[in-house]
């Protein structure tokens, strides 16, 4: 296969007016990421095309210089396909719509982010430096492990929109949460010593650390009861 619908220009991939779809070929934007950051985005300056503005990954990428890919949806963000960044580079995904991640995000040690309206991490995600994960409208769930150098982040911006952490984590630095409404509960799992940062929550707090080590760098807000195990 080849790119397709799609071009790269000022360092960011952008398709061809009115096209309804597009690809670009994985080995191009590995190309692309070897020199410079590179932004994928599905608005074009031209005529839009007749399809909603989602990505989707479907082949593996990596590379191992310090740029960072954005990938930036009108709609949705999904597929299968990994993304690792060997070097410093960082991933950074932002849509207007739900973003599920189904291929495992690896950095070095650089930072993720993911805002969408709703996140749901069915991959595993490992960050060599922070992690910031948003639902501007909906609730963030795992199913998969995350692995965090640094600070982790997880903010739900809509009321009573809820933050579920149940897979056993491994967040080394700082963990804050962000939540609204009297049942926007949070609750964690840690499998290593938790060190919890400035958060506020409107609903209750859980948090069960398996190797038995609580602490808090930051003043915890809860409005709803709080557990610690």
């Given at each position: 296969s080849?790119?397709?619908?799609?071009?790269?220009?000022?360092?960011?991939y952008s398709p061809t007016?009115?096209?309804?779809?597009?690809?670009?070929?994985?080995?191009?934007?590995?190309t692309a990421l070897a020199s410079s950051s590179?932004?994928?985005?599905?608005?074009n300056t031209g005529t839009a095309g007749a399809s909603a503005g989602t990505i989707t990954i479907t082949s593996n990428l990596t590379w191992s210089s310090g740029s960072t890919?954005?990938?930036n949806a009108?709609?949705?963000?999904?597929?299968?396909?990994?993304?690792?960044a060997t070097g410093a580079g960082g991933i950074t995904m932002t849509a207007g719509g739900a973003i599920t991640v189904g291929g495992t995000l690896t950095t070095a040690s650089g930072n993720i982010s993911l805002t969408g309206t709703s996140v749901a991490m069915n991959a595993a995600i490992n960050s060599?430096?922070?992690l910031t994960v948003v639902g501007s409208t909906g609730g963030l769930t795992q199913t998969a492990v995350l692995?965090?150098?640094?600070?982790?982040?997880f903010t739900t911006q809509a009321s009573n929109q809820t933050i579920v952490l149940g897979q056993t984590n491994l967040l080394t630095g700082a963990v804050s949460f962000s939540t609204t409404g009297t049942t926007a509960n949070v609750s964690l799992t840690n499998g290593k010593a938790t060190v919890l940062g400035t958060s506020g929550i409107g609903g209750t707090l859980t948090v069960t650390d398996s190797v038995g080590n609580l602490t808090q760098t930051g003043?915890?807000?809860v409005l709803g009861t709080s557990s610690f195990t």
């Open positions: 080849a790119t397709t619908n799609d071009s790269l220009s000022a360092g960011t007016s009115a096209a309804t779809t597009s690809n670009i070929l994985n080995t191009d934007l590995q590179v932004i994928v985005t599905t608005t890919l954005t990938l009108a709609s949705t963000i999904g597929g299968v396909g990994t993304i690792n060599g430096g922070n692995t965090v150098a640094g600070t982790s982040s003043a915890l807000t």
